[in-house]
């Protein structure tokens, strides 16, 4: 059986004795730090909970002391076994309930299979969390103080005051996720939307789109902002921004879009379409990539909008994206072009771009199922739209081969007769001695 070995995940700064033998002694070694146990805020001790502590300070370094061997977590209730060992007592219980009566850090039998709590121990816990926690109580209370003034600052400032006063604000919203729901109960969110309009510079338009992205907005919220006026500041934005900008305005227009069928149809401009090729175009800011093609996926889902996407010079465009992304964006960029293969603008645009075939039949069993799925629904669309031409283009590129190790998987049966249907499809130009030789099947089949 396997030794249980203390945590990694938290590291303390210090080594520590396996005992603690009082609460002074922990202060002078710096478990606690000096006056810990002098409580500066109107909460006294036993009332606050140590189980809402341990799990709102979960990304703190704790002691290794306070973690139990067993869960890797800090103990709440820890006893002490008669090899010298403590865990809490829920989980060295749950251990006996196993029918193990063996010490598991140690794994020596136990002579003695009482627990005995540990108090001192989890007192020194309990006064650790409680320091922690108020100190995090405090900070958070200076935080929240300071949006206010901010929110109240932003009535009165113009210029570049105003522009300094929103990057504070979306800074602060962007490291404490406490401060969204004071932002939003003190009515940032109308207000802050306010200063989106036709004459807004992008210096504030960017700062406002920065803060916007990072709070939850109701439906009054999003109406408000898909007014024509604001829709196309955001895209302007989108265009002209810089790398972090043009993220945030993606992100915001999903969100604004998210559940809004009707949204997405009218935001959809010509200028928006373009801006997001050229986000999702830039591979060295992945971020950037996939937020492009997340929101590209959104539009495309409609179809009034695939044709003026075609027309923009989406398809090439997407196509020559596709080597080297990974996984979760290959996926979206396959869903739009199958989504486009469904229009005969898009299947003509797919057709005529050369790369199609070559770079869609690589993606046959190498990715996930599900690229190869999508990529299955574009290699069919655009051989049945041009069977003579297309067909010849996919064996060469060896789509046969491929289509053989698919029907082989263990993928759905769906997948393999649309495969089936595919390969006979591409076989109609052929003798069967031709296609088996022109495909160079023989190595496969074998």
Request: proline share 4%; net charge neutral.
């Amino acid at each position: 059986m396997p030794m249980y070995q203390p945590s990694t995940r938290r590291k303390a700064d210090m080594k520590l004795d396996s005992q603690v033998l009082d609460l002074e002694t922990a202060v002078k070694d710096g478990i606690l730090g000096v006056g810990c146990g002098l409580i500066i805020t109107g909460f006294a001790l036993d009332e606050l909970d140590l189980k809402i502590m341990i799990e709102e300070l979960e990304s703190m370094d704790v002691p290794t002391v306070f973690v139990c061997p067993i869960s890797l977590e800090p103990m709440q209730d820890p006893v002490t076994l008669c090899t010298g060992q403590t865990y809490d007592r829920s989980n060295i219980l749950k251990w006996f309930s196993l029918g193990h009566y063996t010490c598991p850090t140690t794994m020596q039998e136990l002579w003695d299979d009482s627990v005995t709590p540990n108090k001192t121990l989890q007192q020194l816990i309990y006064s650790w969390f409680s320091q922690k926690y108020l100190a995090m109580r405090k900070r958070s209370d200076d935080v929240q103080g300071r949006i206010k003034e901010v929110l109240e600052n932003l009535k009165k400032v113009k210029g570049q005051a105003r522009v300094q006063a929103l990057k504070e604000l979306r800074q602060v919203v962007q490291v404490h996720g406490t401060t969204k729901k004071t932002v939003v109960e003190n009515g940032g969110v109308g207000l802050i939307s306010s200063l989106l309009g036709p004459l807004t510079t992008h210096a504030v338009g960017s700062e406002v789109i920065g803060v916007l992205v990072n709070l939850n907005l109701d439906l009054n919220s999003k109406s408000d902002l898909l007014q024509p006026a604001k829709i196309s500041l955001m895209v302007d934005i989108l265009n002209e921004g810089s790398i972090e900008t043009k993220i945030n305005c993606t992100r915001l227009i999903g969100m604004l879009m998210e559940g809004n069928d009707f949204a997405s149809e009218n935001v959809a401009s010509l200028s928006l379409l373009v801006g997001l090729l050229r986000l999702v175009k830039d591979k060295k800011h992945p971020n950037g990539v996939l937020a492009g093609l997340s929101l590209l996926k959104t539009i495309c889902s409609h179809v009034s909008v695939r044709n003026s996407f075609v027309n923009v010079g989406a398809v090439p465009r997407l196509v020559e994206l596709i080597p080297g992304l990974n996984n979760e964006c290959l996926e979206l960029v396959l869903y739009i072009l199958e989504l486009l293969s469904s229009i005969p603008e898009g299947r003509l645009a797919l057709k005529d771009c050369p790369n199609t075939i070559p770079n869609v039949v690589k993606l046959l069993m190498k990715g996930s199922e599900n690229c190869t799925q999508f990529a299955l629904s574009i290699l069919w669309a655009i051989c049945k739209f041009a069977p003579e031409e297309c067909a010849s283009l996919a064996v060469d590129a060896g789509l046969a081969a491929k289509l053989l190790l698919v029907i082989q998987s263990g993928y759905n049966p769906v997948l393999k007769q649309r495969s089936a249907e595919l390969l006979k499809l591409c076989s109609l130009n052929y003798t069967a001695t031709i296609f088996i030789s022109k495909c160079k099947l023989t190595r496969t089949i074998q």
